[in-house]
Each structure stands twice: as structure tokens, then as C-alpha cells.
């Protein structure tokens, strides 16, 4: 699983490459090339793949209809409506027809924010984030995160108070630079 993701992020590089050879030359775009590429920057969430790409479609493209359902998945994802993302993903299953490790990848990112988010969550909600209503993946990626179940049915994530790093932040102003704009003040 995870050496197909890997396989899918070294992908992405190369398709960025790709979509920008349509931004320079619109005659040659392609809908469904760009469709996979856009798919697959998806699977590189949280980085910023996803919304380069979509920097480099312009208006009209980003209307044509997968552009157009792909760039609202994404949108879906970026603002944590996950259970919405999976709806949507189910009425559009063709979209991603090809794209091995589709799912995982966007469970993967799913966690990440859950992990960076919350410190205990219920069974229910991380089933209904992780798109697995019928509860066969969240085991998985409990497993796979070191997260705990109790018996309440509260899944403990991470005490984020352990994680707090304070930040000193250190400004270097000397007087000569700042003396010029304290006597044009007066």
C-alpha cells in the first residue's frame, strides 16, 4: 500500500511538468490528461501540488466537467468536509478509475489532519471521515497511527498540550535603522 503511494508522489512531480506544458501551450490541452494529473496532485495533500495545478488551468478548462467535479473533491478535502468528499467520490466513482491507491492516499491526508486536530474523537465520526461506514478500515489506520480505542468508544489521538514548542521570537532592529524614521516623525 504505502509503496504505491510513494510510487504516486514520485508521479506527481512529472505531471506538474506536464500541466505546465499546457499553460504555455493551450492548443494542446488535454481534459483527461489533465484530469489524471490533477487526481493524482490530490493524492499529495497536504502539500501544495493540488492547488498549483489548479493555478495553472485556466477558467475556461477549470468548467469542463471532470475538472470542474475534481476541483470541487479537492475543494471538499481542503476545507475537512470529508464525509461530503466521499459522497461526491461515490457518485463519480469513474473519475478515479486508474488511479491506484486513490483512497488510501486521501485516508492517509484524513489522518493527518485528524492527528494535527483533535486529541480524542469518537469511532463513529473518524468511520464517517474515513469513508468507511461499515468500520473494516479504521482498525487499519489506528493501527497504522498508534491511536487507541477505550472502552467508551473514544479514540484517543495524541495529548497536543505534549507537543506545544514555545517559539522565542527574536527581532533584530538596531537604533541606526530605525532612527531615520523617528526623526521624520517628529
Same mark, same amino acid.
Given at each position: 500500500?504505502?509503496?504505491?503511494?510513494?510510487?504516486?508522489?514520485?508521479?506527481?512531480?512529472?505531471?506538474?511538468?506536464?500541466?505546465?506544458?499546457?499553460?504555455?501551450?493551450?492548443? +494542446?490541452?488535454?481534459?483527461q490528461v489533465t484530469s489524471?494529473?490533477?487526481? &493524482?496532485?490530490?493524492?499529495?495533500?497536504?502539500?501544495?501540488?493540488?492547488?498549483?495545478?489548479?493555478?495553472m488551468i485556466d477558467q475556461? /478548462?477549470?468548467?469542463?466537467?471532470?475538472?470542474?467535479?475534481?476541483? +470541487?473533491?479537492?475543494?471538499?478535502?481542503?476545507?475537512? /468536509?470529508?464525509?461530503?468528499? !466521499?459522497?461526491?467520490?461515490?457518485?463519480?466513482?469513474?473519475?478515479?478509475?486508474?488511479?491506484?491507491?486513490?483512497?488510501?492516499?486521501?485516508?492517509?491526508?484524513?489522518? /493527518?489532519?485528524?492527528?494535527?486536530? +483533535?486529541?480524542?474523537?469518537?469511532?463513529?465520526?473518524?468511520?464517517?471521515?474515513?469513508?468507511?461506514?461499515?468500520?473494516?478500515?479504521?482498525?487499519? !489506520?489506528?493501527? &497504522? +497511527?498508534?491511536?487507541?480505542?477505550?472502552?467508551?468508544?473514544?479514540?484517543?489521538?495524541?495529548?497536543?498540550?505534549?507537543?506545544?514548542?514555545? &517559539?522565542?521570537?527574536?527581532? &533584530?532592529?538596531?537604533?541606526?535603522?530605525?532612527?531615520?524614521?523617528?526623526?521624520?516623525?517628529?
Amino acid at each position: 500500500m504505502s509503496s504505491t503511494i510513494e510510487q504516486m508522489r514520485a508521479n506527481v512531480g512529472k505531471l506538474l511538468r506536464g500541466i505546465d506544458r499546457y499553460q504555455f501551450n493551450p492548443a +494542446y490541452f488535454q481534459t483527461q490528461v489533465t484530469s489524471q494529473i490533477l487526481l &493524482k496532485a490530490l493524492t499529495n495533500l497536504p502539500h501544495t501540488d493540488f492547488t498549483l495545478c489548479k493555478c495553472m488551468i485556466d477558467q475556461t /478548462h477549470q468548467e469542463e466537467r471532470p475538472i470542474r467535479q475534481i476541483l +470541487y473533491l479537492g475543494n471538499l478535502l481542503e476545507t475537512c /468536509h470529508f464525509q461530503s468528499f !466521499w459522497t461526491s467520490l461515490e457518485e463519480n466513482r469513474e473519475l478515479i478509475d486508474g488511479i491506484t491507491g486513490f483512497e488510501d492516499s486521501v485516508r492517509k491526508f484524513i489522518c /493527518h489532519v485528524v492527528g494535527i486536530t +483533535y486529541q480524542t474523537i469518537e469511532h463513529r465520526l473518524l468511520a464517517e471521515m474515513l469513508g468507511d461506514p461499515l468500520d473494516t478500515q479504521v482498525k487499519v !489506520w489506528m493501527n &497504522k +497511527y498508534g491511536w487507541t480505542e477505550n472502552e467508551d468508544g473514544q479514540i484517543f489521538i495524541f495529548n497536543q498540550e505534549e507537543s506545544v514548542k514555545p &517559539k522565542n521570537i527574536v527581532e &533584530k532592529i538596531d537604533f541606526e535603522s530605525v532612527s531615520s524614521i523617528m526623526a521624520t516623525s517628529q
